[in-house]
């Protein structure tokens, strides 16, 4: 689900995190209509490029090292965003690391 928020209230270390927030958001625009179960991937490519696609769709890329760590913060880190997306996570990097 894609919630809408005010991001202007949102405080950035720097202008230049700003635009990247901003770039990232813009990639999200109204054309793209996200009804329940929609897909959106989120893909760190080499030199820390983050790819969005939608519905299989590629809608845009963002170079951005902290960005792409954010987001990976968001599904693994200490507070994960969904709790089983990280437990899935964490079994689907066990089969592979036994195997």
Do not use: W
């Not at 928020?5 to 999200?28: A, G, K, P, R, W």
């Not at 089983?84 to 996570?89: E, F, P, T």
Request: charged share 25%; with cysteine; glycine share 6%.
């Amino acid at each position: 689900m894609l919630a809408k928020f005010n991001y202007q209230y949102l405080i950035f270390s720097s202008d230049f995190d700003t635009l990247i927030f901003c770039s990232f958001v813009s990639l999200f625009k109204d054309e793209y209509k996200l009804p329940k179960g929609s897909v959106i991937e989120l893909s760190r490519e080499s030199n820390h490029v983050l790819k969005i696609s939608i519905e299989g769709e590629d809608v845009g890329s963002i170079q951005n090292k902290l960005l792409c760590q954010s987001i990976l913060d968001l599904y693994i880190g200490d507070d994960p965003f969904d709790k089983n997306a990280k437990n899935n996570i964490q079994g689907s990097l066990a089969s592979i690391l036994k195997a």
